[in-house]
T-cell receptor
Framework: QKEVEQDPGPLSVPEGAIVSLNCTYS??????FMWYRQYSRKGPELLMY????GNKEDGRFTAQVDKSSKYISLFIRDSQPSDSATYLC???????????FGTGTRLTVIP | EAQVTQNPRYLITVTGKKLTVTCSQN?????MSWYRQDPGLGLRQIYY???????DKGDVPEGYKVSRKEKRNFPLILESPSPNQTSLYFC???????????FGNGTRLTVT
């Protein structure tokens, strides 16, 4: 079983839709949770960073962490064509030297 | 501008010909790391460095070497590349602790 599971998609939505991206994980020691966005031919860039359980909102983006279910989500409101990218979840345990990444979900927002 | 710079962006080589991919960061980060990204497998860590002269293996270190002689630079060396090392490589850096990683724009390597 992989440490982090993420549906690869692809996911296509119309402009303005609400997008939900999800990851599950198996290691209960994970405490730091991140979402990265990766455009084609670019490196991943940090989108959201949360610690432990709860919600975090930044503009159109909301990250949710449910540690009891080992499940994290990223919601994108009012999706735009510029949101078309691959979204990677990542997580680590306290004091760990490595991030564990999901395989990424490819999102296309259609104008 | 704060950034991680990798060179080259694209590299085609033949089996067994030694190559080096350079990585430099201008954020004074202690921690640097190399990843490879493959379809269906995601990002996997090759090597990491906690500081100058301190390096350690990640999840897939076989066939790779690294060195950290200066804080800003962390080159990845393939002494005898093989076709299974064809991949997209990313260098990343961060502060110590649980701070997030900053990635370079990648090096696409093809070994024939």
């Amino acid at each position: 079983q992989k440490e982090v599971e993420q549906d690869p998609g692809p996911l296509s939505v119309p402009e303005g839709a609400i997008v939900s991206l999800n990851c599950t994980y198996s290691n209960s020691a994970f405490q730091y949770f991140m979402w990265y966005r990766q455009y084609s031919r670019k490196g991943p860039e940090l989108l959201m960073y949360t610690y432990s359980s709860g919600n975090k909102e930044d503009g159109r983006f909301t990250a949710q962490v449910d540690k009891s279910s080992k499940y994290i989500s990223l919601f994108i409101r009012d999706s735009q064509p510029s949101d078309s990218a691959t979204y990677l979840c990542a997580m680590s345990a306290s004091g760990a030297n490595n991030l564990f990444f999901g395989t990424g979900t490819r999102l296309t927002v259609i104008p | 501008e704060a950034q991680v710079t990798q060179n080259p962006r694209y590299l085609i080589t033949v089996t067994g010909k030694k190559l080096t991919v350079t990585c430099s960061q201008n954020m004074n980060h202690e921690y640097m790391s190399w990843y490879r990204q493959d379809p269906g497998l995601g990002l996997r860590q090759i090597y990491y460095s906690m500081n100058v002269e301190v390096t350690d293996k990640g999840d897939v270190p076989e066939g790779y070497k690294v060195s950290r002689k200066e804080k800003r630079n962390f080159p990845l060396i393939l002494e005898s590349p093989s076709p299974n090392q064809t991949s997209l490589y990313f260098c990343a850096s961060r502060w110590q602790g649980a701070s997030p990683l900053h990635f370079g724009n990648g090096t696409r390597l093809t070994v024939t």
